[in-house]
């Protein structure tokens, strides 16, 4: 398992199990983003009309993350399996495109606090119309880790490799 894919997950872990408490919608998700310590809002345009960014995530969001991963880790003193599921949902009207990722640990992490039914909240994008041709996007996303997650969203956005994450990277 890559080790910054494990760093990020425990950081996540470690925001979500926090003194404050998780998160159990999109827009919970989306006010506590930018005060928490390992999370950020990205903001960008991309030169595609909304209705194709809106396609492009119905498509793939669900194609490529209604995963269940399993991933390992072996050092001289430990051994350690995660399996994690991912859920995506994506919602779209004529003023916003969301994409929201949610996971799961099914083993190898301790729960801590109440999860949102679906998941623990790890993305959420939006999506919505900036010109005829333009599209802004605000990705709500982790600070540290998820980054092939990250950029598949944002490829999905631009239209540019649109392909599925490798989530055990």
């Known amino acids: 398992m890559n080790r910054f894919y494990r760093f990020g997950t425990v950081l996540c872990v470690i925001w979500l199990s926090g003194c404050i408490s998780h998160p159990q919608s999109p ?14 809002v990205e903001t960008f345009e991309v030169d ?26 072996q050092t001289r003193t430990s051994y350690q399996v995660i399996v994690t599921t991912y859920k995506p949902t994506v919602l779209v009207s004529t003023k916003k495109a969301e994409l929201h990722v949610q996971f ?12 949102p039914e679906g998941g623990y909240y790890l993305l959420v994008a939006d999506a919505s119309p900036a010109g005829q041709t333009r599209t802004r996007i605000d990705l709500y996303r982790p ?5 092939v997650l990250i950029q598949a969203v944002r490829n999905w956005a631009t239209g540019e490799n649109v392909g599925c994450p490798d989530l055990t990277k």
């Open 27 to 40: 827009e919970e998700f989306r006010k506590a983003v930018p005060t928490a310590f390992s999370a950020k």
């Open 48 to 73: 595609r009309p909304f209705s194709q960014v809106a396609d492009t995530f119905q498509k793939m969001g669900p194609n490529c993350l209604s995963k269940t991963i399993k991933t390992t880790s």
């Open 104 to 115: 799961h640990h099914d083993q190898g992490v301790i729960g801590v606090g109440k999860e």
């Open 143 to 147: 600070s540290m880790g998820h980054g």
